[in-house]
């Protein structure tokens, strides 16, 4: 097939590029890098670096050639900043994906996996979360992800775009050959910062409330290989490829870490004491995310390769080594 990665110069859309290509697909990637990396994108396929906003150049490009499917990656994540800057998330998650929608439409393109996110659900009201749970969102970011599932399942309705809605608990992880993984600046995710803090790149992890109710206080989240969140991708192409109807699936572990435990296993892992600074809570974190992916192993056959969190830190640990002090040099210049 012939796919467009948009986002593909992020931390997920880069480890997809490279699945795609290594499945025998031709791939573009798009990107405007704002938050992705041009060394990021996979060689093999071709690069577009241009933005969502550009209505005319997103035209020439669904006019230049035909696509089999498109993946959406291309989103801001950051719950913090979308409090205080919903403006930025709701213009390019939400209207900026409807120009991608609205390409598509216009070009007769009917595949779209979407990037959507466990924070759809909001604070959970039973764990772990399937797919039927209530959506009340508590934060502008995902708002804008449940949002653009309604427009998906809307347009749909009347211009027949079929979709797979992902959606993402802790992605987490590198991958398994080291040539790609996580990187955000500014950083933001627990288990590159505890990272970042074994190799020496920072001094402490701060841990971000401590008195939760759960076993030890501390938050507790369902952490996921990128290379899985990936495998899951494809199955969801394919499905689609097949003929088969739109579909939302929740993709986890079903199993949960405490923050504590995150720690305590990246110093086993890293073979580094990390230390640890205690801070109030942060603001719009649920004590406990559990993916319940029942649907995503039934109907899609998905099968995490790499559920242990000991061999996502390893996977991650191994791209810190590798990336350490070259990034470390290129955030100070
Ligand atoms: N966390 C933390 N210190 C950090 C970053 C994250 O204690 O420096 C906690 C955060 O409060 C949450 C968990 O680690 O309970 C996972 O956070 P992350 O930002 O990695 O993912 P999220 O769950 O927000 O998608």
Redesign the pocket.
């Known amino acids: 097939m012939r796919i467009l990665v948009v986002g593909g110069a992020g931390y997920i859309g880069s480890h997809m590029t490279k699945m795609l290509l290594e499945a025998g697909h031709r791939v573009v990637v798009m990107d405007n890098l704002s938050t992705g990396f041009r060394e990021a994108v996979v060689p093999g396929g071709e690069f577009v670096e241009t933005d969502l906003a550009d209505r005319a150049r997103l035209e020439a490009l669904f006019r230049a050639q035909r696509f089999d499917g498109v993946l959406h990656f291309a989103s801001f994540i950051q719950?913090g900043e979308s409090m205080t800057q919903p403006a930025k998330y709701y213009r390019n998650n939400v209207v900026h994906t409807v120009n991608l929608l609205d390409a598509m439409v216009q070009h007769g393109v009917t595949r779209f996996i979407f990037s959507s996110s466990?924070?759809i659900f909001g604070e959970p009201q039973y764990v772990p979360v399937d797919e039927e749970h209530p959506k009340l969102p508590t934060n502008p970011y995902g708002r804008s992800k449940w949002m653009v599932e309604q427009v998906l399942a809307d347009y749909e309705r009347a211009y027949g775009l079929r979709h797979s809605c992902l959606r993402y608990f802790?992605a987490a992880g590198a991958d398994p050959d080291a040539a790609l993984g996580e990187r955000h600046e500014p950083e933001?995710?627990?288990?590159p910062?505890v990272l970042q803090a074994a190799s020496g790149r920072r001094p402490a992890?701060?841990?971000?409330?401590t008195d939760y109710d759960t076993p030890d206080g501390?938050?507790v989240?369902d952490y996921v290989h990128v290379t899985d969140l990936c495998q899951a991708h494809l199955l969801a192409l394919e499905r689609l490829a097949r003929g088969a109807e739109s579909r939302a699936y929740n993709l986890g572990n079903g199993s949960g870490f405490s923050?504590k435990q995150?720690i305590d296993a990246a110093g086993e892992v890293t073979g580094s004491r990390v230390a640890v600074v205690k801070a109030p809570?942060?603001a719009g974190?649920p004590a406990r995310?559990v993916a319940d992916s029942t649907r995503a192993r039934k109907e899609l056959g998905w099968r995490p390769r790499h559920a242990e969190l000991e061999t996502i830190i390893r996977h991650a640990w191994a791209w810190e080594i590798k990336t350490a002090t070259r990034f470390a040099r290129a955030a100070a210049l």
């Open positions: 719950v466990a924070a802790n933001t995710h627990l288990i910062l992890i701060t841990v971000f409330g501390t938050c989240r923050v995150v809570r942060r974190d995310l």
